[in-house]
């Protein structure tokens, strides 16, 4: 592929890493985090060069309660911090300042939290965090609420405190326009609205994968049933001002959107895409409470189900695909300032590789992009086999694939 360079392949060579699930530079390295069932894994690299790639922890992190992906990274108060999620033993946090341990070749870390907020796989899975007002906030997926946690304590690496966490949306269940389907705390975001004010945006929704994968592991009508009931329940946008919650859109911004899967800001506006068994959408906000639909059925192309990724990157909105049939695509703004579908071009080829017509029926190896990052000048994308995980088998495992800056196609 002219303008894309693969720097991993074959999930770092364990296929069973079947996503390259979240991306984050830190102190000089970007660190890759995997998806895998037999313990998720992490990786960082210097240079972020093909053969590069050094892992630095152990599998799943920790062996008595081990975690199987790495959902997302940020940097706080100069430390890096991890969520995972283990749906046996519960969603955890985990902490390193980079130092490298004086007894092995991994990194040294600390457990932040307790096993679920200490609630156990009642709240197995973390998908989002973010800073806000000088606090850490976590979005999570839970058996009765979508909850979202603060911490509270030290961020000193010494004297991290597990029970440092506050459930700060619990008052959602009193809430008239709560929905008690929507189980699941999305992509966090801060945005600054026109009056100048600072909130914190959260998408709620359903998450469809558990049950996705329980039907392909034991196929029954019930569970099949369920899985359609999903497509009934619409994803919704909240925010929070520090004390009070509001939810800003209509249901499903209005359409049949399910899933409220990524967000980033961009020239003063706030964009979401979705997930939609029509195509996935995207809508955009100036206020960050009327909203613009952008992008319209996956592009014209229904496969593109979901918007999984979003990234900034040469002041343009990158936009990364799940598309199980004709394999992940990658869209790049025109501007910085997109309304409609004519304002984006495809800058990869299908699921990443030149494809023959004779193919074009098989699913796809690589048929997501789940997460994106600039390091170094050059964009980083991060691959899945979502299909090889909702039926349990290792697959081609996740990829890394990465383009400059002074791309011809990005110029």
């Known amino acids: 592929m002219k303008n894309w360079e693969c720097v991993v392949k074959k999930g770092f060579g364990d296929k069973n890493n079947v996503y390259a699930w979240s991306i984050k530079k830190y102190k000089g390295y970007l660190y890759i985090g995997t998806l895998n069932n037999k313990g998720c894994q992490l990786y960082r690299s210097k240079t972020g060069d093909l053969g590069s790639w050094k892992k630095i922890g152990i599998n799943g992190f920790d062996k008595n309660a081990i975690s199987a992906g790495i959902r997302n990274m940020m940097v706080y108060k100069d430390l890096l911090w ?18 490298m341990s004086e007894k092995n070749e991994i990194l040294k870390w600390k457990k932040a939290n307790e096993n679920g907020f200490g609630e156990g796989k009642k709240v197995p899975t973390i998908r989002s965090i973010c800073v806000f007002k000088d606090k850490l906030y976590i979005g999570t ?28 949306n619990k008052n959602w269940k009193k809430h008239p326009e709560f929905d008690p389907y929507l189980l699941l705390a999305g992509h966090l975001i801060v945005f600054r ?24 592991e034991k196929p029954s009508f019930k569970k099949l049933a369920n899985i359609i009931r999903l497509y009934f329940l619409k994803c919704e946008i909240w925010r929070f001002d520090g004390k009070n919650w ?24 706030i964009y979401y895409g979705t997930h939609n068994i029509l195509g996935g959408e995207i809508w955009k906000s ?14 014209f192309n229904p496969f593109n189900c979901g918007f999984w990724g979003m990234q900034i990157f040469k002041e343009r909105l990158i936009i990364g695909t799940q598309n199980p049939l004709h394999g992940c695509q990658i869209w790049a703004s025109t501007s910085n300032n997109p309304n409609s579908n004519k304002d984006f071009i495809q800058i990869n080829q299908n699921g990443m590789i030149k494809r023959k017509f004779s193919n074009l029926f098989r699913l796809r190896k ?30 081609a495992g996740c990829e890394v694939w990465r383009i400059s800056q002074n791309s011809e196609i990005l110029k």
């Open 246 to 269: 509001r939810k800003v859109n209509k249901k499903g911004f209005g359409t049949t959107n399910v899933m409220a899967l990524s967000a980033r800001i961009l020239n003063n506006s």
């Open 193 to 216: 609205s026109a009056n100048g004010k600072e909130y914190l945006y959260a998408g709620i929704y359903i998450d469809a994968i558990p049950l996705i994968y329980q039907f392909f």
């Open 366 to 395: 690589q048929d997501g992009v789940q997460e994106l990052e600039s390091f170094k000048g050059n964009l980083y994308v991060g691959t899945a086999s979502w299909v090889s995980y909702a039926f349990k088998k290792a697959g």
């Open 82 to 99: 991890v969520v995972t999620g283990s749906w046996n033993h519960g969603a955890q946090v985990w902490v390193t300042n980079g130092e």
């Open 286 to 299: 100036e206020d960050g409470i009327n909203w613009k639909q952008v992008v319209k059925r996956g592009f």
């Open 141 to 168: 997926r839970s058996t009765d609420c979508p909850r979202i946690y603060r911490y509270d304590g030290e961020t000193d690496f010494n004297k991290i405190d597990q029970t440092k966490w506050k459930y700060i």
